[in-house]
């Protein structure tokens, strides 16, 4: 069984470029969120997609978006890159509810460092 | 408001020492709780959860947790530390069954001397 896989590994932008960052799902999952953790912090719930739709945002602006794909796969976009978007960001995935878990399986993530 | 609260921002102990990192919550019912480790540069690997039933849960790699509703509490232990180890701990919380939104806590730093 694959797990959760994110590429790229590690990225280096400029303020004001544009960013994706891609996820694969495990195997089976539905369900796929996004979270920013920054430098010694916990990770942030960015959003989450469920069957191609955004299902749930935490407090981000407008300019971090994101779609999910028909095998599940996902893509984060951040435009207008600020400083502090500087971070590793996760991805994670969960099954279908009501198989008996509420649990999600995080990727390795993609370091972001914007210049 | 939905929180968790990781009190100790480092703790080191020695090989062979018992450990327990500290996680309170803050919700108006019962959370599902979880507790993740992460190796420097890599993502969160799941270690244990606590859903409902059996306060006191076994996780991997030897770590358990107990779920304490008076005290607001899920505390991490492990009887016996090993050099592998360290790395940073994070106790999470989904407020909503499903939803998958976790609220995580700033993190725990474990450092294992020899």
């Known amino acids: 069984e694959t797990g959760v896989t994110q590429s790229p590994t590690h990225l280096i932008k400029t303020r004001g470029q544009q960013v994706t960052l891609r996820c694969s799902s495990q195997?089976?999952?539905?369900?796929v969120s996004w979270y920013q953790q920054a430098l010694g912090q916990g990770p942030q719930f960015i959003f989450q997609y469920y069957r191609e739709e955004e299902n749930g945002r935490g407090n981000f602006p407008p300019r971090f978006s994101g779609l999910q794909f028909p095998n599940y796969s996902s893509e984060l976009n951040v435009n207008a890159l600020e400083l502090d978007d500087s971070a590793l960001y996760l991805c994670?995935?969960?099954?279908?509810?009501?198989?008996?878990?509420?649990?999600?399986?995080f990727g390795p993530g993609t370091r972001l460092t914007v210049l | 408001a939905q929180s968790v609260t990781q009190p100790d921002i480092h703790i080191t102990v020695s090989e062979g020492a018992s450990l327990e990192l500290r996680c309170n919550y803050s919700?108006?019912?019962?959370?599902?709780l979880f507790w993740y480790v992460q190796s420097p540069g890599q993502g969160l690997q799941l270690l244990l959860k606590y859903f409902s039933g059996d306060t006191l849960v076994q996780g991997i790699k030897g770590f358990e947790a107990e779920f304490k509703r008076s005290q607001s509490s899920f505390n991490l232990r492990k009887p016996s530390v090993h050099w592998s180890d360290a790395a940073e701990y994070f106790c999470a919380l989904n407020p909503t069954s499903g939803t998958y939104k976790y609220i995580f806590g700033t993190g725990t730093r474990l450092k294992v001397l020899a």
């Open positions: 919700y108006g019912a019962t959370p599902y």
């Open positions: 195997s089976g999952h539905n369900t």
């Open positions: 994670a995935s969960s099954p279908p509810q009501g198989q008996g878990t509420d649990t999600q399986y």
